[in-house]
């Protein structure tokens, strides 16, 4: 188990990038279940349909700062105190075994790859973009342990639930752009 001073601010900063995942992942929701009104009228520009794919890489980039390499700073490895407990208690709650999730991190780490970090035009071709439910999940559920692990002199300000707070971001948004 490490030093719980030292996990402090990794965990701030994870639990920032999950957080902005949350923002991307609810955002994109909202204004992809409005983009046939929203895009309407505005020719080949399709500019909400662009705000969408922003969205969307930014969700993958921000998912696998903290899901992605090992390297990371803020992977959750450099934020957790025990990385076991941490392991077993995400996929307790998520409900997937350590392949499952091996597998599903490797579609979105493959995404963020192929399709927003670079090019390549065979991802283009299939057109394929994974769901992000599970990483959805995996955000809050991350965010939520690396939380609880907090001392009681840490006075975290941030989100408590990344659901809610995601749906409110959105809920925000379509109120300003459905005026």
Not at 2 to 28: G, K, N, V, W
Not at 40 to 54: H, W
Request: aromatic share 14%.
């Amino acid at each position: 188990m490490r030093d719980p001073e030292e996990c402090i601010e990794q965990a701030e900063h994870s639990m920032m990038f999950l957080a902005t995942f949350s923002r991307s992942y609810y955002s994109f929701y909202a204004i992809w279940e409005h983009l046939d009104s929203l895009d309407e009228d505005a020719g080949y520009l399709f500019p909400f349909r662009s705000i969408c794919n922003a969205l969307l890489g930014d969700a993958a980039l921000s998912w696998c700062k903290v899901f992605g390499s090992n390297a990371e700073g803020t992977h959750w490895k450099a934020a957790a105190l025990n990385q076991d407990d941490f392991r077993k208690q995400l996929f307790t709650q998520l409900g997937v075994t350590d392949s499952d999730f091996t597998a599903y991190w490797r579609q979105i780490k493959r995404f963020r790859d192929e399709a927003i970090a670079h090019f390549n035009v065979k991802n283009f071709e299939s057109n394929h973009v994974p769901s992000f439910d599970l990483a959805m999940e995996s955000a809050a559920v991350a965010h939520r342990l690396l939380r609880l692990q907090f001392p009681e002199t840490v006075n975290y300000t941030g989100p408590l639930c990344l659901h809610e707070y995601g749906r409110q971001v959105a809920s925000r948004i379509i109120e300003r752009l459905l005026l």
